[in-house]
C-alpha cells in the first residue's frame, strides 16, 4: 500500500516535520512511503468556480494541486501534518484541500455527496505554541484537529489517531513517549 504524507507546514526540519517522519518510519515497516511538502507546491487559490463538481476535478490550468490530488487518489492511507494557525490549520494545506475538494467528496448523481476516499487509513499530526491542557481548552491544536478531521471524516477516511505536540514556543524538544506514539500509528496503517 502506498502512504500519502502532507507536510502542510512551511518548517522542513520542524516540529510538525519531525512527528510525520516518525510516522512514517512506522509506515515505511510495511508500505511504500510518499512525501509531500506542501509549502514547495506551486497552486493558484480556489476561484469557488464550482465547475469542479460537474466535471470531477479542477478546472484551472494544471499545477502541483492536480499533480498531489492525483497522488491523494491513488494512496491507500493518508498523513496529514499542519502547524496550528489561529487555531486551524495552516494556508497552503487549506488551499490544497480546497483546490481538489472533488478528489474527497463528489456529487455524483447530483446534490448526493459521496465519499471518494472511504474506508483508508489516516494520522492527523499537529504542532502548537500553547499550553498544555489550555490547547485543548480553547479550540487551539482542537481546532486544527477539528479542521483537518472533517476533511478526511467527510471523504471517508478513518482517522486511527492523531499526534499533537504543544507548548512549542518555550519547547522545541519532542519526547520519546509522542515520537514512539507517532511510530506506532504508522506501524497501523
Request: hydrophobic share 40%; with cysteine.
Amino acid at each position: 500500500m502506498k502512504v500519502l504524507i502532507l507536510n502542510g507546514s512551511p518548517r522542513k526540519q520542524g516540529t510538525v516535520a519531525t512527528l510525520l517522519r516518525a510516522v512514517a518510519e512506522g509506515a515505511a515497516q510495511k508500505h511504500e512511503v510518499e512525501w509531500v511538502d506542501v509549502y514547495d507546491l506551486k497552486m493558484r487559490p480556489c476561484l469557488g468556480c464550482m465547475k469542479c463538481r460537474p466535471e470531477g476535478e479542477c478546472v484551472q490550468p494544471e499545477d502541483d494541486a492536480h499533480r498531489v490530488g492525483r497522488q491523494i487518489k491513488e494512496a491507500g492511507a493518508l498523513v496529514v501534518g499542519t502547524p496550528t494557525y489561529f487555531s486551524n490549520m495552516s494556508a497552503m494545506l487549506k488551499m490544497l484541500f480546497e483546490r481538489n475538494e472533488t478528489v474527497f467528496v463528489n456529487e455524483k448523481p447530483k446534490w448526493f455527496p459521496i465519499q471518494n476516499l472511504k474506508g483508508r487509513p489516516a494520522v492527523i499530526v499537529t504542532a502548537c505554541t500553547t499550553p498544555w491542557p489550555l490547547n485543548w481548552l480553547l479550540p487551539v491544536s482542537r481546532g486544527a484537529v477539528r479542521a483537518v478531521n472533517r476533511v478526511l471524516k467527510d471523504s471517508g477516511c478513518k482517522v486511527l489517531g492523531k499526534v499533537v505536540k504543544t507548548n512549542t514556543r518555550y519547547n522545541h524538544e519532542i519526547s520519546d513517549k509522542l515520537l514512539q506514539k507517532a511510530r506506532g500509528l504508522g506501524k497501523k496503517l
